[in-house]
């Protein structure tokens, strides 16, 4: 059992329910409401599946107390190694000296990533943006990326064949250009950016490593956009917060408002 079975879990909210455990005042296992009533309401299916694994090895409260105490110490040193809980991320001219360049951070993210990588963008832009994610899942099927892009008619046009719609051609397209020679990632779109009567395009840019850091910016994966034009972004080492912003896109997908494209 380590801090990875409560991705985006403060290490306090673990020593909190440690303590609950070791003294009763929350019965073991606990319940989605129990859990609730003590403020965890965005966690609870986090906590809740990190719970039940603890449970199967720790039956006893006390045991999963102590087992709980282990992991929150785990968290907190982490917590403690990357105590500098903001980053300003520039792209272009920089008039102070204060920021960190987009295109470094977002190699320096990718680089750090242990279990997975979630990642947003309006369109996808240079393939060698995203060639340590794909040489990472040749080496490594098990760890995990999962996309969400833009897919329209617009951005499509340039790459669609003959008979061709923008689903199939982005699908081609990724494949050959942006993903050869390794296992494809999980890929989600809008579907309302493929509606021919009132469109909205997925516009978000942001990159979440382990739910644990995220990267939240207005720029694109295109190269002008990591090194050229004028972008802002801020790098957010908050588990809660990436966790909250990972369950931002997952749950959109659970209630079928983004598709999976591949």
Same mark, same amino acid.
């Given at each position: 059992?380590?801090?990875?079975?409560?991705?985006?879990?403060?290490?306090?909210?673990?020593?909190?329910?440690?303590?609950?455990?070791?003294?009763?005042?929350?019965?073991?296992?606990?319940?989605?409401?129990?859990?609730?009533?003590?403020?965890?309401?965005?966690?609870?299916?986090?906590?809740?599946?990190?719970?039940?694994?603890?449970?199967?090895?720790?039956?006893?409260? @006390? $045991?999963?107390? *102590? /087992?709980?105490?282990?992991?929150?110490?785990?968290? #907190?040193?982490? +917590?403690?190694?990357? !105590?500098? %809980?903001?980053?300003?991320?520039? @792209? $272009?001219?920089? *008039? /102070?000296?204060?920021?960190?360049?987009?295109?470094? #951070?977002?190699? +320096?993210?990718?680089? !750090?990533? %242990?279990?997975?990588?979630?990642? @947003?963008?309006?369109?996808?832009?240079?393939?060698?943006?995203?060639?340590?994610?794909?040489?990472?899942?040749?080496?490594?099927?098990?760890?995990?990326?999962?996309?969400?892009?833009?897919?329209?008619?617009?951005?499509?046009?340039?790459?669609?064949?003959?008979?061709?719609?923008?689903?199939?051609?982005?699908?081609?397209?990724?494949?050959?250009?942006?993903?050869?020679?390794?296992?494809?990632?999980?890929?989600?779109?809008?579907?309302?950016?493929?509606?021919?009567?009132?469109?909205?395009?997925?516009?978000?840019?942001?990159?979440?490593?382990?739910?644990?850091?995220?990267?939240?910016?207005?720029?694109?994966?295109?190269?002008?956009?990591?090194?050229?034009?004028?972008?802002?972004?801020?790098?957010?080492?908050?588990?809660?917060?990436?966790?909250?912003?990972?369950?931002?896109?997952?749950?959109?997908?659970?209630?079928?408002?983004?598709?999976?494209?591949?």
């Amino acid at each position: 059992m380590s801090a990875s079975s409560f991705p985006g879990v403060p290490a306090q909210t673990l020593f909190d329910l440690a303590e609950a455990l070791a003294s009763g005042r929350l019965a073991w296992p606990p319940s989605a409401l129990s859990l609730r009533a003590r403020g965890y309401s965005e966690l609870v299916q986090v906590l809740l599946g990190g719970l039940t694994a603890l449970q199967a090895v720790f039956p006893a409260p @006390s $045991g999963a107390a *102590a /087992a709980l105490r282990l992991v929150g110490a785990e968290r #907190a040193a982490w +917590e403690r190694a990357n !105590d500098r %809980r903001l980053d300003l991320v520039w @792209s $272009g001219p920089e *008039a /102070a000296s204060q920021s960190r360049d987009t295109g470094i #951070a977002v190699r +320096e993210l990718f680089a !750090d990533a %242990r279990r997975k990588v979630l990642l @947003s963008t309006y369109n996808l832009g240079a393939p060698s943006v995203l060639a340590p994610l794909v040489e990472r899942r040749r080496k490594d099927p098990a760890f995990e990326v999962r996309m969400f892009v833009n897919i329209s008619d617009q951005l499509m046009r340039d790459w669609m064949t003959a008979g061709e719609n923008p689903l199939a051609a982005f699908r081609r397209r990724f494949a050959e250009r942006y993903w050869s020679g390794a296992p494809l990632p999980a890929v989600f779109y809008d579907p309302r950016a493929l509606s021919r009567t009132k469109a909205a395009h997925l516009h978000a840019k942001c990159i979440i490593v382990d739910d644990e850091v995220a990267l939240v910016t207005s720029a694109n994966f295109s190269e002008a956009a990591q090194t050229d034009n004028i972008e802002a972004g801020v790098v957010v080492r908050d588990p809660r917060f990436a966790s909250a912003l990972s369950q931002q896109f997952e749950g959109l997908v659970a209630r079928g408002l983004l598709e999976q494209a591949i």
